[in-house]
C-alpha cells in the first residue's frame, strides 16, 4: 500500500524557513518521479515543484522559484522541500505527490497518489 507522509510544517515569520518532508513506503521510491504541491482553501491545487526519480531534473512553478529547492533521498525513500524567504501567501497544506513514472512531475496526468499534507502559515 503505498503511503506517504508530509512532515515539517509549522508557523513561520515573513522572510524565514521551514524544511519538509516526505516519508515513503509500499513503493520503490527511486523509480517514481515526485511532487510538492499546495492547497489554500477557495484557491484549489497549485503545483510547486517536481523531481525526476534519479533527482537528475528538478522543476518549479514561478511563484517558489528561487526561493524553495526540492531534494530527495532515494536510500531513506524520503523527499524535501527547504523553503526560504517565507511570504504570507506561501500559507497553505503541503502535500507531497507521487507521479506514475520516473519522469512527467509537471503533468497532473502523471499523479496517482498524495499525502494528507502538512500546514505551513506564514505570519509575523
Known amino acids: 500500500q503505498v503511503q506517504l507522509a508530509e512532515a515539517g510544517g509549522g508557523l513561520a515569520q515573513p522572510g524565514g524557513s521551514l524544511k519538509l518532508s516526505c516519508t515513503t513506503s509500499?513503493?520503490?521510491?527511486?523509480?517514481?518521479?515526485m511532487v510538492w504541491a499546495r492547497r489554500v482553501p477557495g484557491k484549489g491545487l497549485e503545483w510547486l515543484s517536481g523531481i525526476t526519480s534519479e533527482g537528475t531534473d528538478t522543476f518549479y512553478a514561478d511563484s517558489v522559484k528561487g526561493r524553495f529547492t526540492i531534494s530527495r533521498d532515494n536510500a531513506k525513500s524520503t523527499m524535501y522541500l527547504q523553503m526560504d524567504s517565507l511570504k504570507p501567501e506561501d500559507t497553505a497544506l503541503y502535500l507531497c505527490v507521487k507521479c506514475r513514472g520516473p519522469t512527467g512531475p509537471m503533468n497532473p496526468g502523471q499523479w496517482d497518489a498524495w499525502g494528507e499534507g502538512t500546514q505551513v502559515t506564514v505570519s509575523s
Open positions: 509500499g513503493f520503490a521510491f527511486r523509480m517514481y518521479a
